[in-house]
């Protein structure tokens, strides 16, 4: 099993950085792809950022492209969100995913492929 404990959520202005944490404690050891998907109120889950085992092949939804970075430090088992230029529309519960996989470079915005997941931590951006 995988714990996966998200932090750095919290409540910023308009236009304000927040930068998430998602540390993996368990069974970690396996090669894995890691994502954030948030959920806002009355939205369903929706996908936000993906990162490959090695770090090096990463995706983005458009609606963060260019905004937020994703980035994993696997010696810490931690993997982050770097959230610049936040909106009201950023508001949300974010969520960290792990899935194991056999590509080093495989990523995936698909949830339903993810093994762990974890509580969530909430955003707010306020105008």
């Known amino acids: 099993q995988v714990q996966l404990v998200e932090s750095g959520g919290g409540l910023v202005k308009a236009g304000n950085s927040l930068r998430l944490s998602c540390r993996a404690s368990?069974?970690?050891?396996?090669?894995?792809?890691m994502a954030w998907f948030r959920q806002a109120p009355g939205k369903e889950r929706e996908f936000v950022a993906a990162?490959?085992?090695?770090?090096?092949?990463?995706d983005y939804s458009d609606s963060v492209k260019g905004r937020f970075t994703i980035s994993r430090a696997n010696g810490k088992n931690t993997v982050y969100l770097q959230m610049n230029d936040l909106t009201p529309e950023d508001t949300a519960v974010y969520y960290c995913?792990?899935?194991?996989?056999?590509?080093?470079?495989?990523?995936?915005?698909?949830?339903?492929?993810?093994?762990?997941w974890g509580q969530g931590t909430q955003v707010t951006v306020s105008s």
């Open positions: 995913a792990l899935e194991y996989v056999s590509s080093e470079d495989y990523y995936s915005d698909y949830s339903g492929g993810y093994d762990f």
């Open positions: 368990g069974r970690t050891l396996r090669r894995s792809a």
């Open positions: 990162i490959s085992w090695s770090g090096g092949s990463t």
